[in-house]
């Protein structure tokens, strides 16, 4: 008889809501799928997408997988806590790795582009990490989902010239999918909203700087430190330009917070502030890539 195999097989997360058949037949295609893998590294922001395909190479892979998250002044610090926050929930060995695309004038400049650069930067390092693990065939996992298919990703390009591997998408699994899967399995953080790297508040063409990636990040957190939740930053020269859902626009013009917003931002040396009427939308500076035609 052939011998008996001392893998154990792994713990599944338990769901506590039921799915949609579509979705149950989904998760059990993404466990299949990562566990055809004998190690693998994710590439992991603690956002909700990335989350679950860690989640779950934790659940099939155990010890073989770890979530490597890139640290650099476009990594908001609430973020950052809440990736060490979740990756110890989940049980997955997680390791954070500087990162340098600032240094590179491709990512700097600010061009349209720009996130090709930054995981150019920042699959390299994958590579060469998965390259020093000594596992043959290990894999490093991202968590583009399906949607990310459809809008502007150049970060796709640069996974995809380092053979990653996009589970989610591969799959067919959208973000609502994502949402729903995370939500059945009881993961607290299944409807975190979408929160972009703090490079994303620039447009395009204006120089990224640690300093003015630090600025924001702080406004954010002023704003954050006041309940506000969903929010975008945007600087735009010197100035600030704050996105906010439109029905909390108007929370910030009640008497006293209005003025003590002003005052913050200035002396974190914005030169101006002010309050986009249209509200929160995600991508939007990515309008510019594509302008609206007008009749």
Request: aromatic content about 4%; overall charge negative.
């Amino acid at each position: 008889m052939p011998a008996q195999s001392s893998r154990q097989p792994p713990a599944l997360h338990p769901t506590v809501e039921q799915l949609e058949p579509e979705l149950r037949d989904a998760l059990a295609a993404l466990r299949r799928s990562i566990a055809a893998h004998p190690a693998a590294l994710v590439a992991y922001s603690g956002g909700v997408d990335s989350a679950l395909v860690a989640a779950i190479a934790a659940e099939q892979l155990g010890e073989r997988a770890q979530a490597i998250t890139g640290v650099s002044p476009a990594l908001a610090p609430h973020l950052r806590a809440e990736a060490r926050q979740q990756a110890a929930w989940m049980g997955i060995q997680h390791r954070e790795i500087p990162t340098a695309e600032l240094n590179d004038p491709a990512y700097s400049s600010n061009p349209s582009e720009r996130c090709y650069a930054c995981k150019r930067e920042l699959h390299t390092l994958l590579a060469a990490l998965l390259q020093d693990s000594g596992t043959a065939a290990a894999v490093v996992l991202d968590g583009v989902n399906h949607d990310d298919l459809g809008d502007h990703r150049p970060g796709i390009r640069a996974a995809q010239e380092r053979q990653v591997i996009s589970p989610l998408a591969e799959l067919g699994i959208s973000k609502a999918s994502v949402r729903a899967i995370s939500r059945a399995l009881g993961f607290p953080w299944w409807d975190k909203p979408a929160q972009p790297c703090l490079a994303s508040r620039f447009p395009y063409g204006e120089v990224i700087s640690a300093e003015r990636l630090k600025r924001v990040a702080a406004a954010e957190a002023w704003l954050r430190q006041r309940g506000f939740e969903e929010l975008r930053v945007r600087s735009q020269g010197e100035a600030a330009r704050i996105e906010l859902p439109p029905a909390q626009l108007t929370l910030l013009l009640e008497p006293g917070l209005r003025e003590t917003l002003v005052t913050a931002f200035l002396d974190l040396g914005f030169t101006a502030v002010s309050l986009d009427l249209e509200g929160l939308v995600s991508g939007k500076l990515n309008r510019a890539l594509n302008p609206p035609t007008r009749d």
